[in-house]
């Protein structure tokens, strides 16, 4: 799967849980400093990059992650 497209619905499903605007997102946003997601939305993304991506990521990795970019490259590698 192409990058640009990882990256659209990454971003797709971040707008959903934080319910704000996909414009509002940059490729580099991280999740809680520019974002403002707390502990329970860092959840609620990983299930909901887990369901938009019919994958299984490893929670501990996953919430590891604080860039969308890193979310878009940890999403690639599993579906590798």
Known sequence: ME????QARVKKVVS???KMDETEITDN???I???GADSMQSLELVAG?????????DQDR???IQTID????F???CLN
């Not at 990058?3 to 990882?6: C, G, L, P």
Request: hydrophobic share 55%; proline share 0%; glycine share 4%.
């Open 29 to 31: 946003a991280n999740f």
């Open 62 to 64: 996953a919430l590891e």
């Open 49 to 57: 990059f887990e369901e938009e991506f019919d994958i299984e990521m």
């Open 75 to 77: 999403i690639q590698q």
């Open 16 to 18: 959903r849980v934080l």
């Open 3 to 6: 990058k640009q497209e990882v």
């Open 70 to 73: 890193g979310a878009v490259l």
């Open 33 to 35: 400093f520019d974002l």
